[in-house]
Antibody, heavy 118, light 107 residues
Framework: EEQLVESGGDLVKPGGSLSLSCVGS????????MNWVRQAPGKGLEWVGR??????????DYAAPVKGRVSISRDDSKNTVYLQMNSLKPEDTAVYYC?????????WGQGTLVAVSS | EIVLTQSPDFQSVTPREKVTITCRAS??????LHWYQQKLDQSPKLLIK???QPFSGVPSRFSGSGSGTDFTLTINGLEAEDAATYYC?????????FGQGTRLEIK
């Protein structure tokens, strides 16, 4: 059974940094394109970015609101994808999900909460 | 950026009713349109991929149609467990975008 488990969410002050992790199991992680999607409290879904598989060049794409402040990476030996977030703003407060998929997002983790507040 | 606009934003429906949710794209996206269901306090789940293809394990009462700019998610014979927010999502071009969501309440 495919499973994704995110971790690393926390309360941080504006301007701070945070690193999220997502561990996958039950599928061939190295073949998967991995996405980060966030959801602010009571709001809809917002794509943050994605990293393609190694065979697809590990190309990374970011959404405009986070570009330059976040970095996505992966370690296929650990079945893990990371989201490094810097210069955090209150508007970055959200549940952050990782999800597999290059077109449709077929499997999602349970999410991890990032709260940015002084 | 491709904007996806769903309608309605909210609908209150009775069990066994037929429900139709629409998603309109700001430009043509072929069939690169997917639908998700998100129940309260849960992560989203894929229902329909590429406009009309049911994802594995999705009940047959869920179906999708459309191409280009206009898409529809239909639930035939609504059940109480279908209370959720439904999102469309386009993967035709970056950035990937989602509709604003349609919340279904079961009366």
């Amino acid at each position: 059974e495919e499973q994704l488990v995110e971790s690393g969410g926390d309360l941080v002050k504006p301007g701070g940094s945070l690193s999220l992790s997502c561990v996958g199991s039950g599928f061939i992680f190295s073949n998967a394109w991995m996405n980060w999607v966030r959801q602010a409290p009571g709001k809809g879904l917002e794509w943050v970015g994605r990293i393609k598989s190694k065979v697809n060049g590990e190309t990374i794409d970011y959404a405009a609101p986070v570009k330059g402040r976040v970095s996505i990476s992966r370690d296929d030996s650990k079945n893990t994808v990371y989201l490094q977030m810097n210069s955090l703003k209150p508007e970055d407060t959200a549940v952050y999900y990782c999800a597999t998929g290059g077109f449709y997002l077929d499997y999602w983790g349970q999410g991890t909460l990032v709260a940015v507040s002084s | 950026e491709i904007v996806l606009t769903q309608s309605p934003d909210f609908q209150s429906v009775t069990p066994r009713e037929k429900v139709t949710i629409t998603c309109r794209a700001s430009q043509s996206i072929g069939t690169d349109l997917h639908w998700y269901q998100q129940k309260l306090d849960q992560s989203p789940k894929l229902l329909i991929k590429f406009a009309s293809q049911p994802f594995s394990g999705v009940p047959s009462r869920f179906s999708g149609s459309g191409s280009g700019t206009d898409f529809t998610l239909t639930i035939n014979g609504l059940e109480a467990e279908d209370a959720a927010t439904y999102y469309c999502h386009q993967s035709s071009s970056l950035p990937v975008t989602f509709g604003q969501g349609t919340r279904l309440e079961i009366k």
